[in-house]
């Protein structure tokens, strides 16, 4: 079983004693969907400063960028083995904040794990300064918009929200559903396919990014779900908003031919995944807790539940499965 070391532990009491003291008391509220999470959420990035950590990778990464833009030859270390506080610093908040609100996580990963991924992969260097770093910081919230009322698993097949080529703008037309962030969001990328006379099974798949306001541009209200209400969840409807090429991620059809929109969306997806398994072991984490605190309290018999073998055989599967 991994266990953290001593520095990590450390990082980890700290989260957890910022989620009892400014997230816990809020729980209510935000399950219910009457307090949206970003406020803390920023205010979790300030205490312990990683909106500061966010602008000095990407400064780092920028600068490299227009460094080979320029001809200039990048020198990137490759000796020795990964820092293992890079991975843990990264997931050990994810487990804290889901021990007490996950859907706040939910909101975070889609602002930053997909929303600003995908800028940061497929766009050029002055949209990443244009939109990412905002949305890296959490200083604006960010929604990456596929679902739509008709498509679910089969996403880009049944996929009927268009963009189509205007003189020298596009014309997006189309609705999504089950948006985290939707109702909120300041930036939005929105993925379609491109119009261009062809049957739509033979349409590229294209990005672009949009800003809240736009002309044409509606948000719903968060929608009613069955839980995680601290993570809002809407609509968008676009009405013919007309965009230039400035906001197509890449900022060219040509990165888009063949199956390369299709495929940079898929990989915006992997990665984002890869943070949901540390949301399941912050939830289960407290699963345990709470079980054996209630099991160690619950009287049966003349004897706390926890004494009893099948009660401990059915906590020792949920640590076991931790």
Known sequence: MYEWSEEQQMVQQAVR???DKEIRP????????????????RKLF????????????????IAAEKAAAEGETIERSTDGPRDPNSIAFTMIPIIELCRVCPGMVTAMGVSMGLTAA???GKGTTAQKERWALD????DKVGAWAITEPGSGSDAFGSMISTARLDGDEFVLNGS???ITNGPHADTIVFICKLDEGNPPAERKIVQFVLDSGMPGLEQSKPL??????SSPTGQLFLSDVRVGFDRLLGESLESYEGKRGKEASKATFSMERAGVAAMALG??????????????????????????QLIQLKLAKMEVAR
Not at 29 to 40: I, Q, V
Not at 135 to 138: A, E, G, R, S
Not at 285 to 304: H, I, K, T
């Open 118 to 120: 995908a800028v940061m």
């Open 283 to 308: 939830i289960v984490d407290r699963c345990l807790e709470l079980s054996l605190s209630y099991a160690n309290e619950r009287e049966q018999f003349g004897q706390v539940i926890g004494q009893f």
């Open 224 to 229: 009613r779900k069955m839980g995680i209400h």
């Open 176 to 178: 999504k559903t089950f």
């Open 26 to 41: 809020h729980r209510e509220e935000l399950e219910f969907g009457d307090m949206p999470p970003y406020d803390l959420l």
């Open 46 to 61: 300030k205490t312990f400063g990683m909106s500061d950590m966010q602008r000095s990778s990407f400064a780092k990464r």
């Open 135 to 138: 949305l890296l910081t959490m």
């Open 17 to 19: 004693d910022f989620v």
